[in-house]
């Protein structure tokens, strides 16, 4: 089945970059169907090449004096449908009862939220009550429609360290199971051009959330490619 792949470029990549980026995926035709996350200010580029394109973070705030932030109103009125919220990296400077907000604000965006959840290494242990706890703290009372879980654990993301498949069949399922409602969990984590092949026969994932590998265009292309059409 073909699964979701998402572009997470964190705080790379210059303007010039972005554009020979884009450029660079317009040779193939399946870059239509990944789901790219640079740094807000290049969403437009994004938009005018008509690709799907999101934002790494937004404001726990609707509107007003926070200055540098950026609200999920905003950003639904440049033309951006996704958010990734509570990635490890910005979790480390943000509470759960902020990440409930952010992700509350852009449900009412109708923004698709890309909700991240994992332990990290001294929590391997305790995996299950992790995640467990950080889904209900954030999305309990939400609707599911518009929220895709990513899972990532926290020692995987940059590390070229990856789960074991059966270890992440597991753990999709159970991702699944606390949720109760249909939801669709993508799986992040040093995901790569030599492991996303072997990665995407887990029928019990959805897609992948990449970072360093989605930076080369040529890298990222290839992915893509087997990712939607295994
Ligand atoms: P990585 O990052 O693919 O570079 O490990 C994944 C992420 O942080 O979303």
């Not at 705080?11 to 990944?34: F, G, Q, R």
């Not at 939801?183 to 897609?207: A, P, R």
């Amino acid at each position: 089945m073909e699964k979701i792949i998402v572009g997470n470029f964190k705080m790379n990549l210059t303007k010039e970059e972005i554009l020979s980026y884009i450029k660079e995926m317009k040779k193939s035709k399946y870059h239509k169907k990944a789901i790219y996350c640079p740094s807000s200010i290049y969403i437009p580029y994004f938009i005018e090449a008509n690709l799907k394109v999101g934002v790494q973070n937004i404001s726990s705030f609707e509107v007003g004096a926070h200055t540098g932030e950026i609200s999920a109103k905003q950003i639904k009125s440049v033309g951006a449908s996704y958010v990734i919220i509570g990635h490890s990296e910005r979790r480390e400077k943000e509470t759960e009862e902020e990440i409930q907000k952010k992700i509350e604000k852009a449900i009412k965006e109708n923004l698709k939220v890309i909700f991240c959840i994992g332990e990290k290494e001294e929590e391997i242990e305790k995996r299950e009550e992790i995640l467990k706890k950080q889904i209900e703290n954030s999305i309990e009372n939400m609707p599911k429609e518009n929220i895709i879980i990513a899972y990532e654990p926290v020692w995987s993301i940059g590390t070229g360290l990856t789960m074991k498949k059966e270890e992440i069949r597991k753990v999709s399922l159970y991702i699944k199971s606390v949720v109760k409602e249909k939801c669709k969990v993508l799986y992040g984590g040093s995901v790569n051009e030599k492991n996303i092949e072997d990665l995407s026969k887990i029928e019990e994932i959805d897609g992948f959330l990449v970072g360093g590998a989605s930076l080369n265009p040529e890298v990222f292309l290839k992915m893509i490619e087997v990712a939607v059409t295994m």
